[in-house]
């Protein structure tokens, strides 16, 4: 369950209440743990960022127009909670109203539970690739590759191009087979990580190793996939194209940055797809795709 409350009621600051949020919601006895859902680090980062869009937002409009007006919220990272419950026979509905009419709460919910639906991708062998018939792009498939035509890809490719490499695209899914040989070019590198030491935190982002990106399924710096949806989402975003392997991908030139936030069953939880969100928004992804 996430919980998150105005940082600037009563002049809490969140390392206070971190010690002991059930006393300060008045629900010690209900829950087992609570933890910070994100880290300081990210939490100052949000925080700059809401300034700027305030800011941005002061120069657009009257000044007193927007302190006036109760749909302005800058929302930060500050503050949000995840508590576990010691009693699984407690109503959550019921436990979230309550907790919901505290003046101190801004937003209360389950940790939901997210999942790629009933999908399951099959690997396809390096062989099979191989003995496909070429197309006019001589990637093997693309002769099937019906969704790109429909969607006029060719023609956009014919007009803008197929990707300069400088847009990263985070595919928070279940993971990338990063060593793909229609994948493994386009895949993104945190260089200081890769050129780094291992098991040390080089590039000070708060994760250590996330050399493709990083796993929030087991909290490690290797987000190799278990499942192959990820994998099969990030062909069809980024495969290279034009290489006479496999597939092309919508853009055959990007940077494709690996979050893992669904396990082998291809489910995972809000707070792990949170710090998925998170991550990829502070390493410089422009775009994330999310296919759950």
Do not use: C
């Not at 019921?94 to 389950?110: A, L, N, Q, T, W």
């Not at 796993?215 to 975003?237: K, L, R, S």
């Not at 494709?256 to 949170?274: E, Y």
């Amino acid at each position: 369950m996430g919980i998150t409350y105005k940082s600037l009621s009563k002049g809490i600051t969140q390392s206070s209440v971190s010690r002991d949020i059930g006393s300060f919601l008045g629900i010690s006895d209900k829950i087992s743990s609570a933890e910070v859902l994100f880290s300081e680090q990210f939490v100052e980062q949000s925080i700059a960022v809401s300034g700027l869009k305030y800011q941005n937002q002061l120069r657009r409009v009257n000044q007193s127009a927007i302190n006036n007006s109760s749909k302005t919220q800058f929302s930060s990272l500050k503050n949000i909670f995840k508590i576990i419950l010691n009693d699984g026979s407690t109503n959550i509905q019921d436990f979230i109203e309550r907790i919901s009419k505290i003046e101190e709460v801004e937003f209360v919910e389950p940790n939901y539970v997210f999942d790629i639906g009933e999908i399951r991708i099959d690997p396809i062998s390096n062989n099979k690739i191989q003995n496909m018939e070429e197309a006019s792009v001589n990637d093997p498939l693309y002769s099937q590759q019906t969704n790109l035509t429909q969607a006029n890809v060719d023609d956009v490719w014919d007009s803008f191009g197929t990707g300069d490499g400088s847009q990263v695209v985070a595919v928070l899914d279940t993971g990338i087979d990063y060593t793909h040989p229609d994948l493994e070019e386009n895949m993104w590198v945190n260089e200081l990580e890769q050129n780094g030491q291992e098991g040390v935190d080089d590039d000070g982002n708060g994760y250590v190793d996330d050399i493709y990106g990083y796993d929030f399924i087991n909290n490690d710096g290797d987000p190799f996939e278990d499942q192959y949806h990820g994998t099969h989402v990030a062909g069809i975003i980024g495969a290279v194209g034009n290489n006479s392997i496999g597939i092309a991908g919508v853009v055959w030139n990007v940077q494709l940055m690996a979050v893992k936030v669904l396990g082998a069953n291809g489910s995972g939880l809000t707070t792990g797809i949170a710090r998925g969100v998170d991550y990829a928004f502070n390493n410089g992804a422009h775009i994330q795709n999310l296919s759950l």
